[in-house]
């Protein structure tokens, strides 16, 4: 399964590829990201079944504060490593889990201070004006632990401060939601703590020094392409130019670009090979998924592959395209790629209910001509999730097949 390329990856690169910012034309040189996975800060790749214990206080701060705090920033956690699609969340005394997170807040500080200065009226008279401030540092650990050894694979320190100013000590903004504005900035950079992650380093296109008008638009035409994303016209456009006018700054992007594009795919690709546990749960439900659909539908059959459940979209989108790829590569069956507006209409049903309907999915399998519907969603939550699929026949609309898998 490793050495499979990604179905979808190889269609998008035809596609325009979206990106992170691109600089502007205008006086400056224009940047392309180069992609990459960095792996997390706390090494997680052989953990599936996390368990979150959540936040504890160790500050003896007391109060409101210590009460309320460790709860704000416990969800928190669980909303961004959730979020992650990584991990199975499982309770924390579940006897499966793999690894436990849990987390510390160290030390809370607290402090009002007030100072005056002299404001002159529009009349020419003077006032004293009185500022309050309060200041407040939040400091805080967290870590995984393995569930096997008992042992800390990893662990994160964060420190952060912030204040608030008011003309009347009453409006000051209270110690607990300045500590838990601290906690959530802190906790912005928690996904890439535990999870890989995608970054993008710009690099950028090399000017051209050459007088020659025709030249210099033809490369200004081809900046402009860059900027708007169109990766793969600017390549054809560079290569012309190289070829016809020897030159080395379009030899040089072209290049560039044509990094740009592998390495978005090989980072895509190689993300997806540390989402998809293909040793544990996940990847033994996608073999049978892929057994079953095989095994019920008829060597030639055409079928579409679509979410219809928004629960767990990370991972489900992961399980979707590594049950489409391997349908693809193994070419005994014709895979009907999403291409209309009818989709817009499903991706709009999925948006606001949280499903595509049995009923919207076989019209529009019948508008693109499929004999069938493969329906993928992730249910149940903590060690009782699943991968459900189920199968419709486009011409009757009975469902043909339905699974449940562990994952």
């Not at 920033?73 to 959730?82: D, L």
């Not at 967290?142 to 662990?155: A, D, F, H, L, P």
């Not at 000051?172 to 890439?192: F, G, K, N």
């Not at 592998?262 to 998809?276: K, N, P, T």
Request: hydrophobic share 40%; with cysteine.
């Amino acid at each position: 399964m490793r050495n499979l390329r990604k179905f979808w990856i190889i269609a998008a690169i035809g596609a325009v590829i979206t990106f992170g910012m691109v600089l502007g034309l205008a006086g400056c040189a224009t940047s392309v990201p180069i992609s990459s996975v960095r792996q997390p800060t706390i090494p997680t790749g052989d953990i599936q079944r996390l368990a979150i214990a959540g936040f504890t206080d160790g500050s003896g701060f007391g109060g409101t504060v210590s009460a309320q705090l460790p709860r704000h920033m416990t969800q928190r956690a669980t909303e961004i490593i959730t979020g992650a699609g990584k991990f199975t969340i499982v309770a924390a005394n579940d006897p499966n889990a793999e690894g436990v997170f849990s987390g510390m807040i160290t030390n809370i500080t607290s402090r009002d201070s007030q100072s005056q200065r002299e404001v002159r009226n529009q009349d020419g008279t003077t006032r004293i004006v009185t500022t309050y401030r309060r200041d407040v540092t939040l400091a805080f650990t967290y870590e995984i632990k393995s569930s096997r050894t008992n042992m800390t694979i990893g662990s994160v320190t964060k420190r952060g401060e912030t204040s608030s100013s008011a003309e009347r000590p009453d409006s000051l903004a209270d110690t607990l939601s300045l500590a838990q504005r601290i906690a959530d900035s802190q906790m912005r950079s928690l996904q890439q703590d535990v999870v890989p992650t995608i970054v993008q380093q710009n690099v950028r296109l090399m000017r051209e020094t050459s007088k020659d008008k025709v030249v210099k638009q033809k490369m200004k035409d081809a900046q402009t392409l860059v900027k708007h994303r169109n990766y793969e016209e600017a390549i054809r456009l560079y290569d012309a130019i190289a070829s016809e006018h020897s030159s080395v700054a379009a030899r040089n992007n072209s290049d560039l670009l044509r990094r740009t594009i592998s390495s978005d795919i090989a980072a895509r690709e190689q993300m997806a090979e540390l989402y998809i546990d293909t040793g544990g749960l996940t990847g033994r439900a996608v073999t049978s998924a892929i057994s079953s659909i095989n095994s019920k539908l008829s060597p030639g059959a055409s079928l579409m592959i679509i979410q219809s459940s928004s629960a767990e979209r990370s991972q489900i989108d992961f399980v979707v395209n590594e049950i489409t790829r391997n349908i693809v590569q193994a070419g005994n069956l014709r895979v009907v790629e999403f291409t209309n507006r009818d989709l817009l209409v499903a991706e709009a049903d999925y948006q606001l209910s949280g499903n595509v309907s049995d009923n919207l999915s076989v019209s529009i399998g019948r508008q693109h001509g499929a004999q069938y519907i493969v329906l993928c969603s992730i249910i149940g939550d903590m060690s009782g999730r699943q991968l459900n699929v189920k199968i419709l026949e486009i011409e009757t609309a009975l469902v043909i097949e339905q699974i449940s898998l562990d994952i």
